[in-house]
């Protein structure tokens, strides 16, 4: 089982409607989780970092939320674009290992005009 | 540019030749990272290295794979006897250095490799 699941696998959007990624992990203790963006044939971009104390962190139309009693972490993507059409991968440091990224299987996001 | 780079963007080899992945860090990151991303999957810690030692090789698959980073700047993968199995997306990155957490790692564009 994967210590990071990611929900759904693909989604399909059309252009200025807003979306949720769902992210589970298993992960513990961690000291981080980030989300990237990662364009076809791309590395993947940072898009948002949170320790696990907080709650919520915003970089422009794009917001992340972390429930660390759960273990679930989403990205809300708000007015999609047809840039924002890529992988979209969540990504869980643990406290040991601080360099060991633990990735998901990320979530494919297909904004249609 | 500024970025990580990787050489070549794509490589095709046949099954049980020798090959050879190149990254180059952004200037003065000390730390470097190598992933491996088979298709549909997140990418997968191979190694890391601080300065010109790998610090954590436990990664690597097996002992067809090794790299080094002899001046503490470029990184080669070297994959030997390659198997259709190797075939995958090789992402670098790198990082300033290993004093925080929080540390970003930057992400090259990856070499798209391919054995037949």
């Excluded at chain 2, 046949?14 to 050879?20: A, Q």
Aim: glycine letters at 10%.
């Amino acid at each position: 089982k994967n210590q990071v699941e990611q929900s759904p696998q693909s989604l399909i959007i059309l252009e200025g409607k807003n979306c949720t990624l769902q992210c589970n992990y298993t992960v513990s203790p961690f000291s981080n989780l980030r989300w990237y963006k990662q364009d076809t044939g791309r590395g993947p971009v940072s898009l948002t970092i949170m320790t696990f104390s907080e709650n919520t962190k915003s970089n422009g139309r794009y917001t992340a939320t972390l429930d660390a009693d759960t273990k679930q972490s989403s990205l809300h993507i708000t007015a999609s674009q047809l840039s924002d059409s890529a992988s979209y991968i969540c990504v869980v440091i643990p406290t040991s290992g601080t360099y060991k990224y633990i990735f998901g299987t990320g979530t494919r996001l297909k904004v249609l005009a | 540019g500024a970025g990580v780079s990787q050489t070549p963007s794509n490589k095709v080899t046949e099954k049980g030749k020798y090959v050879e992945l190149r990254c180059d860090p952004i200037s003065g990151h000390t730390a470097l990272y190598w992933y491996r991303q088979s298709l549909g999957q997140g990418p997968e810690f191979l190694i890391y290295f601080q300065g010109t030692g790998a610090a954590d090789d436990s990664g690597l698959p097996n002992d067809r794979f090794f790299a080094v980073r002899p001046e503490g700047s470029v990184s080669t993968l070297k994959i030997q006897r390659t198997e259709r199995g190797d075939s995958a997306v090789y992402l670098c990155a790198s990082s300033p250095n290993l004093g925080s957490s929080y540390n970003e790692q930057f992400f090259g564009p990856g070499t798209r490799l391919t054995v037949l």
